[in-house]
């Protein structure tokens, strides 16, 4: 028997009972889902499902929503880019929420206007690992004092996107310069070396860093041979006399 899609290794055995039976629509199991949620945050884990079937939850019943859950749950999507999560998650908020709010033609109601602005920074992050702009991302993610408050709630949030980063660097490139990788890292110096050494495990040689062959950034060439018979070639001239006769 194979592994749903949507299984996850962490999560614990009472989630899996309410994702897969009617409970999962209960709204007694906001509480529980939200407590999961603070698992993740503290634990280093993440369970999307789980997360999504909370937030549809929220859909439901409005009065229950949560909105340090909320950026929780999207903080912890980031952090597994380049994966949809984020976006999933995002589609699960209402309209008005998502809607900036200048651009909103009244007032939002009492309590949307936070919600609404930590949303759109998160998306702004969202959107610069997307672009791979690692630099800009670090920068605007120092640039304002909400950035650090939405993410407190996630332990080890910087580490876990420099290991997204790095991780698709090593997808890409052989070498890179150290001055471009600390940017896009966001680190410089003693901090810098023990993370490219001992967590990447990769090589520094002078201002260059050599990162190891794997499947994905090795160079292959590649040998395109058309096989076209004889007969084909005729098939093809007669219908071009036939077309013109």
């Given at each position: 028997m194979g592994i749903a899609f949507d299984?996850?290794?962490?999560?614990?055995?009472?989630?899996d009972v309410i994702l897969n039976?009617?409970?999962?629509?209960?709204?007694?199991?906001?509480?529980?889902?939200?407590?999961?949620?603070?698992q993740q945050c503290e634990g280093r884990t993440h369970d999307i499902y789980a997360n999504l079937a909370l937030l549809k939850l929220y859909q439901f019943n409005p009065h229950l929503t949560k909105d340090e859950v909320i950026t929780n749950v999207l903080v912890k999507a980031l952090t597994v880019f380049p994966s949809p999560d984020f976006s999933l998650a995002l589609?699960?908020?209402?309209?008005?929420?998502?809607?900036?709010?200048?651009?909103s033609s009244a007032l939002p109601a009492a309590g949307d206007a936070p919600l609404s602005e930590a949303v759109q920074k998160l998306n702004v992050l969202n959107n610069l690992l997307g672009q791979a702009s690692y630099s800009a991302f670090w920068s605007t993610l120092d640039s304002d004092d909400l950035y650090a408050d939405l993410i407190a709630d996630v332990s080890g949030f910087?580490?876990?996107?420099r290991i997204r980063i790095a991780l698709t660097i090593s997808q890409t490139v052989r070498e890179i310069e150290r001055s471009v990788l600390e940017s896009w890292l966001g680190m410089q110096g003693e901090s810098f070396e023990k993370f490219?050494?001992?967590?990447?495990?990769?090589?520094?040689?002078?201002?260059?860093i050599k990162v190891p062959l794997n499947?994905?950034?090795?160079?292959?060439?590649?040998?395109?041979?058309?096989?076209?018979?004889?007969?084909?070639?005729s098939r093809v001239i007669r219908r071009a006399y036939e077309q013109t006769a």
């Open positions: 299984s996850t290794a962490e999560r614990p055995p009472h989630i039976g009617l409970d999962r629509y209960n709204p007694e199991s906001t509480q529980i889902f939200e407590e999961y949620v603070s589609h699960l908020l209402p309209p008005h929420i998502l809607t900036p709010i200048s651009a910087e580490e876990l996107i490219v050494s001992g967590v990447c495990g990769w090589a520094m040689s002078g201002s260059v499947k994905e950034n090795e160079a292959k060439g590649t040998i395109v041979r058309e096989n076209v018979k004889m007969e084909q070639f």
